[in-house]
């Protein structure tokens, strides 16, 4: 009997703290931007996606310890195959190149690796796909981010003169030496600084000859900033430097969000539901993790087609995640995803699996 189903999760994500990160080609300096859809901001799939898999590696990794006494068993080529589907051995690319007509293959081939190791199917490499589907979280409305301004850092001695008399009076004239220094450097600089963005932006009208010119005179602008700081004994970083402004997805915002595993088997359905009970237990995705940004709960209902021949999805279960953990409620007479579970477990312990074979 084919147990394999492809199970559909649909729900959201709330933020309990602002949701941001950092994509390539984002816009980042005074002002950093999310990703958008249209004119909404979104959390990208990769990165959930990819917090996941590194705690799905750390749940396999785990396994393995305890059943060596504690002792590693990975090594680096395999921790970073599991951990990020990369190839660190050339002669393992090389082997697999050859034997591969395209640069990914269809979830039911490659059958015998998948049974061995269910994380490398769950989450692929180059030339297999993964059967994870993640998507993306959205947000529903232009106003469910915003920029968070970042201020300025402030002065150790100003938030506690006190610690002034911890130096020796050198170390004391030292630290006013160069917070004088950087006074007068900010102040010339700043300048500088308007001068070159006003450059910068008649370059946008300017011709190619034209354009030329003004290249040359913001090379020499930018000279003359570093020439600034490098005449700096040191410290040449301001102390009390700008910090730059972030945009994020506000906290209290619900994200649509959806995601399926595809022709999954009990095991890596039961994998994939613990790695979510990991990531319950610290549920954070996304940057600046310092102030506390990324806290997130979650909830989702988890759909499939019982039988071959069913016109219409069928809900099995839901999945919430908050402060209290993780929260699996089975809806199935047979307990279709509590015996995923224990089937993971009952797997993985058996050392039957094999997490070190990926090709």
Do not use: C
């Not at 396994?63 to 395999?78: I, R, S």
């Not at 999954?264 to 940057?287: D, I, M, Q, S, Y």
């Not at 039988?307 to 919430?320: A, M, P, Q």
Request: charged share 25%; no cysteine; aromatic share 6%.
């Amino acid at each position: 009997m084919n147990l394999n189903r492809t199970y559909q999760f649909v729900g959201h994500l709330t933020t309990l703290e602002p949701l941001t990160v950092t994509l390539k080609g984002a816009t980042v300096g005074k002002t950093h931007k999310m990703p958008r859809n249209g004119d909404l901001g979104y959390f990208p799939a990769s990165s959930f996606r990819g917090a996941l898999r590194h705690l799905a590696h750390k749940l396999v990794n785990d396994v393995l310890k305890a059943q060596n006494d504690g002792q590693p068993v990975l090594d680096l080529p395999e921790m970073l195959m599991l951990a990020q589907g990369y190839f660190v051995k050339k002669e393992d690319m090389e082997q697999l190149s050859k034997s591969a007509k395209s640069t990914s293959t269809p979830v039911d081939q490659n059958l015998h690796l998948r049974l061995q190791n269910p994380m490398i199917s769950l989450f692929g490499r180059w030339g297999l796909n993964s059967k994870l589907g993640m998507g993306s979280a959205y947000t529903t409305r232009i106003e469910d981010t915003q920029v968070f301004h970042g201020g300025a850092r402030t002065v150790l001695f100003e938030r506690s003169p006190e610690l002034l008399d911890d130096l020796t009076s050198d170390d004391v004239d030292r630290f006013y030496s160069f917070i004088a220094a950087q006074a007068e450097t900010s102040v010339d600089v700043s300048e500088i600084k308007k001068e070159r963005g006003a450059l910068v932006k008649s370059l946008k009208t300017a011709t190619n000859d034209e354009k030329d010119a003004i290249n040359a005179q913001i090379n020499d602008l930018d000279a003359q900033i570093k020439a600034r700081k490098d005449s700096e004994v040191e410290a040449t970083e301001s102390l009390r430097r700008p910090l730059d402004g972030i945009e994020a997805i506000k906290a209290g915002i619900e994200l649509k969000h959806r995601m399926a595993i595809n022709d999954a088997n009990p095991v890596e359905l039961g994998l994939f539901l613990t790695t979510l009970a990991k990531f319950a237990r610290n549920p954070r995705l996304g940057g600046n993790t310092k102030l506390n940004f990324g806290h997130v709960h979650a909830s989702w209902t988890i759909s499939t087609w019982l039988n071959e021949d069913d016109f219409e999805l069928t809900e099995i279960g839901r999945v919430s995640i908050d402060d209290s953990g993780i929260k699996i409620e089975d809806l199935t007479d047979e307990g279709l995803l509590k015996n995923a579970i224990e089937d993971w477990k009952a797997a993985s312990s058996s050392g039957k699996l094999n997490f070190k074979q990926y090709i």
